[in-house]
């Protein structure tokens, strides 16, 4: 059976499971599966973690259906992303679930048929952008998820993986994570807390509703870590010049404090070099040849490699 027959036989047995647990009685059912959306790994790094579907019961009710892919393995806990999109959940926060199996690695959730996947163009509008945060910083407050996870280390851990396995890494690379790495020394010398967090960014991992209501999707990179990781995932993304990174944090944060302002860029920068490696092992590791892993990561290296050749990287690294 290939990959994609795989998944979406896992997709149609966890659906199956999870309509056999509400059902009156054993007859059997129909269920029809199809293609939520289309995979991209570039521009943007959108449904690669999984195959999404949508499911239709004999009731004509839909779900929402994710089956992991096995390379996902390679970046994301699956334990700790599961338990994190229930927990999001029950706080309100994400889309219901109705069933998470990790033997099989697939999410059964609600459908949001009312909901628009969020854009940076969405991230335009104060309101939507505001109730965004809110909800990032609402789920901060609920339980820890039992992992801990620092972008630097995983830098560390993706940066092995991709000389373990061969990969193609830009001739850079070791400057860029010896100057990464030197902001690791500056934050925990600061000291850092750690709470409950989404962990990415990207603008595709959220979702506008009527009235502008936000939720939050796809909780594959969630764990407990410093909140201002996860604002900063969330400022490269989208703040493009500096002006507009100061007023992200201040709305995120209700004031600007220069020093927790240079910790969130510092960490944005993490953030793409974490990304740009990630994108490199798929690319040499993942059999799924039609995805463009390393267009994304070459992007994300640009991105981090102009910030740290910024004057304003080693002034930030002083000002923590």
């Known amino acids: 059976m290939s990959e994609p027959d795989q998944e979406r036989s896992r997709a149609l047995a966890a659906v199956t499971a999870a ?24 521009p943007g790094w959108h449904g690669v973690d999984g195959v999404h579907f949508k499911a239709t019961l004999p009731d004509g009710t839909r779900r929402h259906v994710k089956a992991m892919h096995d390379d996902a393995r390679h970046y994301v806990d699956l334990g700790t992303a599961f338990l994190a999109a229930r927990q ?13 199996s990790l033997a099989d690695g697939v999410l059964v959730m609600a459908d949001l048929a009312d909901y628009r996947t969020g854009t940076l163009d969405k991230l335009r509008d104060p309101d939507t952008c505001l109730a965004l945060l ?39 690379t070791d400057w860029l994570v010896d100057n990464v790495l030197d902001a690791e020394k500056a934050i925990l010398a600061a000291g850092v807390d750690l709470v409950p967090a989404h962990g990415d960014g990207n603008a595709s991992n959220f979702m506008v509703g009527p009235d502008r209501h936000v939720l939050l999707v796809d909780w594959d990179r969630a764990a407990d870590m410093d909140p201002f990781a996860d604002l900063g995932s969330f400022m490269v993304e989208a703040a493009q ?35 740009g ?37 080693a002034e930030r690294v002083r000002r923590i």
Request: with cysteine; hydrophobic share 45%.
């Open 19 to 42: 309509w056999a647990e509400q059902a009156s009685d054993a007859a059997p059912v129909q269920i029809v599966l199809e293609p939520a959306f289309a995979v991209l790994a570039s």
């Open 277 to 313: 490696l990630i994108g490199t092992l798929l690319a040499k590791v993942s059999p799924r040849t039609s995805l463009e892993f390393l267009k994304y990561a070459s992007w994300r290296y640009f991105h981090g490699r102009q910030a740290v050749r910024d004057p304003r990287f």
């Open 241 to 275: 010049q500096e002006p507009e990174a100061r007023a992200l944090f201040e709305l995120a944060h209700g004031a600007m404090d220069e020093a927790l302002f240079a910790r969130t860029m510092l960490y944005g920068v993490a953030d793409h070099l974490r990304w």
């Open 134 to 172: 809110r909800q990032r910083q609402a789920f901060q407050k609920g339980p820890k998820l039992g992992r801990a996870v620092s972008v630097f280390d995983e830098i560390r851990r993706f940066h092995a993986a991709c000389r373990e396995a061969g990969a193609a890494l830009p001739p850079d």
């Open 88 to 100: 999001a959940a029950s706080m309100g926060i994400g889309p219901a679930v109705e069933r998470g």
